[in-house]
């Protein structure tokens, strides 16, 4: 099983931008054939999902990002890309990166660290 490491977060003022990243530890095709998402939590709220990316490429945004986040992935790399733009203060949370495994509720690999991210009003 792969392991996750998220970074490229950090305190920006409302308006701005950050660009995160998640490289996977493991098979190159593993990877490839993995539908990889973003996830955020913040204080006292459960994790939910920001974006995901599928294998062939299609992505898939919660509304409240739409516009603003764009979901990459550098397959040779083993790293999905969150480009967030626009800033809001309640973009505020932990953000994390896994795979979701269809029709189960369950993840592919085991959660990381995560990565901080703070907006300023």
């Known amino acids: 099983q792969g392991q996750l490491a998220e970074s490229g977060g950090g305190l920006v003022e409302a308006g701005g931008s950050l660009r995160l990243s998640c490289v996977i530890s493991t098979h190159v095709g593993i990877f490839r054939a993995s539908t990889m998402g973003w996830y955020r939590q913040a204080p006292g709220k459960p994790r939910e999902l920001v974006a995901a990316?599928?294998?062939?490429?299609?992505?898939k945004y919660a509304d409240f990002v739409k516009g603003r986040f764009t979901i990459s992935r550098d397959n040779g790399r083993r790293t999905v890309y969150l480009q967030m733009n626009s800033l809001e203060p309640e973009d505020t949370a932990v953000y994390y990166c896994n795979s979701p495994i269809p029709h189960t509720g369950s993840y592919q690999f085991t959660w990381g660290q995560g990565t901080q991210v703070t907006v300023s009003s």
């Open positions: 990316v599928i294998h062939n490429g299609d992505r």
